[in-house]
């Protein structure tokens, strides 16, 4: 689901949900064959406090384990993502405590199938060895598509990262590969290089900074992106 915000709307979400961190994102086809692999035990038990998400989605998933994530829509509606709809209201009440001035015109509901916390816990542990691999670019937690998407500017690194994720517990249904533009490199004047991509509509953009992240929400993905 595409995520178009009045630039009002957009700067004001932004801000106020990105100056609450600062933290360490598109398709190809490669036939892979279908797993049931299970996450682990440690993987399902991580701290979400250690998964490098905004607080305000660790609160809400701590509180509400069913909750799968919320953004804004054309409409300008809070999409509300749970895997129990009837968990929907309650989640939908916690909200508005995080958006400040800006309210929505209303909310709706999404049936999804992996809760925020499996996603954010999935990003988490392929972040390291996808990272590793050159031709990855981007990594995050997709929302509206209930998966996490990994960004590669080498269609020949598909294979290796869906085997990666497998051997990590994270079943092919959760994971999206994308193929992505590769990423730009910006020169400031004190000789530090920025490397940027373009992110599709809803999607957090981060840059890495002499391998510092910085980043900012924008709507309903969050991303990491590594320089390579």
């Given amino acids: 689901m595409s995520v178009r915000l009045p630039a009002t709307t957009r700067g004001v979400f932004t801000c106020l949900l990105s100056v609450m961190f600062v933290a360490g994102c598109f398709d190809q086809d490669t036939p892979v064959a279908p797993t049931v692999a299970q996450p682990s035990l440690s993987l399902s038990s991580m701290p979400l406090e250690d998964v490098g998400e905004l607080p305000p989605f660790v609160e809400i998933a701590n509180e509400v384990p069913s909750f799968g994530g ?83 500017t080498d269609p020949g690194v598909e294979a290796t990262v869906r085997g990666l994720a497998r051997g990590l517990g994270i079943p092919d249904e959760a994971l999206v590969i994308a193929r992505v533009p590769e990423p730009r490199v910006h020169h400031i004047p004190f000789g530090v290089s920025i490397r940027q ?7 957090r953009l981060e840059a890495v900074l002499v391998g510092a992240a910085w980043g900012s929400r924008r709507s309903e993905s969050t991303v990491d992106r590594m320089s390579s």
């Fill in 197 to 203: 991509g373009e992110s599709r509509a809803g999607g």
């Fill in 70 to 152: 919320f953004w804004f829509n054309e409409k300008d509606q809070i999409v509300v993502a749970v895997t129990d709809l009837a968990d929907f209201e309650r989640v939908a009440g916690m909200i508005p405590r995080y958006l400040g001035a800006h309210q929505p015109t209303g909310y709706v509901a999404m049936q999804v199938e992996r809760s925020f916390a499996d996603l954010a816990r999935f990003r988490a542990v392929l972040r390291a060895p996808a990272f590793a691999r050159q031709g990855v670019v981007s990594l995050g937690v997709k929302e509206s598509a209930n998966r996490v998407e990994v960004g590669i």
